[in-house]
């Protein structure tokens, strides 16, 4: 380097001489390497990157569902779920802060000296040996000399010294020493913004759970009835929590999500929604939602109402709220059960969202909880534009309302219900789905509308093939039709027939088609003509049920049933009621709900973080900037003017630089150093230039 051929040499002493390192010095130079620095960084950086992926603090069940058994127990071991708080990165950042600022101590004394010293000792082979240097043969005595480069040297920003050596004078200048100090100011940011996150790195709840003063609660409890141990409180630490709170409804506390449970964080003050608005895409997915919050603090005169949207938060006393999500508030549900054991009892039921029922029906005992209530369901329907003459393809399908069922046993099923009937292929059902755990898709039973778009034929339907008269004189009423176009005649035959229709139907109740035709199966099976045996069963079957439908519909007309004549839609709506009665069979509840009316209250999805290292991290990062910044676009410059009595008298001025960056930019600045010395000098002089 140019830099290198200016400084003074000094010798090296032979390595064999020098005593050996101790231990300790061997662990401090170790902890002050700059590799184990960078490999630190890098695997914070990993770190960071996974926190940032992998989304942090849901629940224990999400990420089982969503890794599964083997991945979930890799990830919990690792402690991936909430990186920034794992005790393997904290380790890591102390350890990090320890290496760089030992690093850093290391090489303040070099910076220092880089910065302070001139280097005035420079020799004139040096100086010759530099790229830029230029000498001038001068009448001017050695003085003037020195005073014309020093002012040469100043008027160009240099810093300078003088030093006199017998006859000869060196004058040393310097400037952009600043990128030396931005070399320790990047190193001492990693320092602040490690200790930032530290401070915020939950380093107080980590400290409380393994003192045992701490317990994570697991049970979904009430505020009031979660332990003193489960509390944290106010103002004691850096935390992100979450709250929901309804319309109307305050707080003065937040959720921190732990592992497979959760703690109950105080706040120093309540936090009051009196409204929660929310507006849709046409595609039903929110465009923007806002909450209008009532801050009420015992230290203020009065209560702080602010608006808050998504990355629009409130701040107040280092926390800061932000909008989070929504969901339901605790709407009220005003429902009917249709009791499907042929009774044709029905249950009124006043229910909330997010509350639990102990429901009593006949001998059975169910636990009822309503999960949620969602009063849009928008979905994509290409056939809309064409059909209604709108200028969209999206439909409402309407409100719908999500429960859970228990049995005695404690084996639950999800239901989601629909309120209004859903247009599917141009016709109509009320949709009813279920499914057996959080991880499978509902499966919907279908129940067909009729005229007046309600449940009431398909339920008359179903409550008459329990009744053992009314399905007695259907299948007598079937059995003799089919005989007579066979021209069999004989009543015994007559009534073995409806006797098989009878127990089909039970079996079609109980087990759905799919259990009728493994009945069939096995009743033809050694028979010598077992497909006539099937095919007449069959249609012995779908001629009783079809005389049921016929006895339903006379018995709404107040008619007899053969003066019953069905039209295609009618017709239409018997085949689609056949397959709910079937499909209804593993539906797996003993009741259908349906939502009469509803009182919708919404809830908005708040999360407050409080995060007292923040501002540490942002004087790291105004350090890191500024240090960047000094160590690219600021370059250490130095020049040295050597001055010495002339051989035939006057004086000798050799001018030499050296930069170890932008070596253009410094040759055309070094040009204009020598061009103001050539301006000062008499012309006479003879300037010798040797570039």
């Known amino acids: 380097m140019a830099e290198t051929a200016a400084s003074m040499s000094a010798s090296r002493p032979d390595s064999r001489g020098q005593p050996r390192k101790s231990l300790g010095g061997i662990w401090l130079e170790f902890l002050g390497s700059m590799n184990l620095a960078i490999t ?6 990993i770190a960071s990157v996974i926190g940032t992926v992998l989304p942090q603090n849901e629940t224990f069940n999400t990420y089982l569902i969503q890794f599964g058994p083997f991945w979930f127990e890799v990830f919990r071991v690792l402690n991936l779920y909430d990186v920034y708080s794992a005790s393997w990165f904290l380790f890591i950042l102390g350890f990090l802060i320890l290496s760089t600022g030992i690093c850093v101590s290391r090489h303040i004394p070099s ?5 302070t010293r001139y280097r005035t000792r420079v020799r004139e082979q040096s100086l010759l040996a530099l790229r830029q240097h230029r000498h001038w043969d001068s009448a001017h005595s050695t003085g003037e000399l020195q005073d014309v480069a020093e002012a040469a040297f100043q008027a160009h920003g240099y810093r300078t010294r003088t030093e006199a050596r017998g006859d000869i004078v060196v004058v040393a200048g310097m400037k952009g020493a600043a990128t030396r100090i931005g070399y320790v100011l990047t190193h001492v940011a990693v320092v602040v913004i490690a200790i930032g996150a530290l401070v915020d790195g939950n380093l107080y709840l980590k400290f409380q ?3 045992g003063n701490l317990q994570i609660e697991t049970r979904d409890l009430r505020v009031s009835q979660v332990p003193a141990e489960s509390w944290v409180a106010a103002e004691s630490g850096a935390f992100r929590g979450n709250v929901t709170i309804p319309e109307g409804a305050s707080s003065e506390v937040s959720f921190l999500q732990m592992r497979d449970g959760y703690l109950v964080q105080e706040l120093p003050f309540t936090i009051e929604v009196e409204q929660f608005r929310i507006d849709y895409f046409p595609n039903g997915a929110p465009r923007s939602y806002e ?10 005169d009065e209560p702080i109402r602010e608006t808050i949207g998504v990355n629009y938060p409130l701040t107040h006393r280092g926390h800061t709220i932000y909008q989070a999500s929504f969901t339901d508030g605790g709407s009220s549900l005003y429902l009917t059960g249709h009791l499907l054991d042929g009774s044709g009892e029905v249950m009124e039921l006043d229910a909330r969202v997010f509350e639990t029922y102990d429901l009593q029906l006949g001998g059975l005992e169910r636990e009822l909880r309503i999960d949620g209530f969602e009063l849009l369901n928008i979905n994509r329907d290409t ?4 059909r209604t003459g709108g ?20 084996q639950a099923r999800e239901y989601r219900n629909y309120m209004a009937p859903v247009e599917i292929e141009d016709r109509w059902y009320f949709l009813h ?11 919907y039973l279908h129940i067909p509308a009729d005229h007046n778009y309600s449940m009431d034929t398909f339920l008359a339907f179903h409550d008459a093939l329990h009744r053992p008269e009314a399905v007695a004189g259907a299948s007598r009423r079937a059995a003799d039709g089919l005989l007579g176009q066979m021209g069999v005649p004989g009543s015994d035959l007559g009534d073995r027939v409806a006797g098989t229709a009878h127990g089909m139907i039970d079996t079609l109740l109980t087990q759905g088609f799919g259990g009728v035709s493994a009945e069939l199966d096995e009743r033809a099976a050694g028979a010598s003509r077992p497909g006539m045996i099937r095919e007449f069963s069959e249609a012995v079957l779908q001629r009783t049920l079809y ?3 016929r006895d339903v519909l006379a018995d709404q007309r107040g008619v007899m049933p053969a003066s019953i004549q069905t039209d295609s839609e009618q017709r239409a709506f018997f085949e689609e009621a056949m397959n709910a009665v079937s499909a209804a069979a593993e539906y797996g509840a003993p009741l259908i709900f349906q939502l009469n009316h509803f009182e919708h209250r919404q809830a908005t999805g708040l999360q407050i973080t409080r995060a007292p290292g923040k501002s540490i991290v942002y004087t790291g990062s105004a350090l890191l900037t500024l240090g960047v910044f000094l160590l690219f676009y600021v370059s250490q410059r130095r020049v040295w003017a050597l001055v010495k009595p002339g051989q035939t008298g006057g004086g000798e001025l050799l001018m030499g630089g050296a930069n170890q960056r932008r070596p253009e930019q410094f040759e055309e600045e070094f040009e204009q150093l020598a061009d103001a010395v050539d301006q000062h000098l008499n012309p006479a002089d003879d300037p010798a230039r040797e570039n």
Do not use: C, K, Q
């Open 209 to 211: 759970e393994f003192t």
């Open 383 to 386: 056939r809309s534009v064409e």
């Open 40 to 45: 630190l960084l890098v695997v914070v950086s």
């Open 547 to 549: 005389e049921v439908y």
């Open 433 to 443: 789905g279920m499914r057996m755990g959080a991880e499978e898709p509902f499966r």
């Open 291 to 300: 909450s209008d919050l009532v801050i009420h603090d015992p230290t203020l």
């Open 111 to 115: 910076v220092w000296r880089e910065i």
């Open 391 to 410: 200028s969209s393809e999206f439909i409402n399908s309407g409100p719908s309302y999500t429960f859970t069922l228990r049995d005695e046993a404690g």
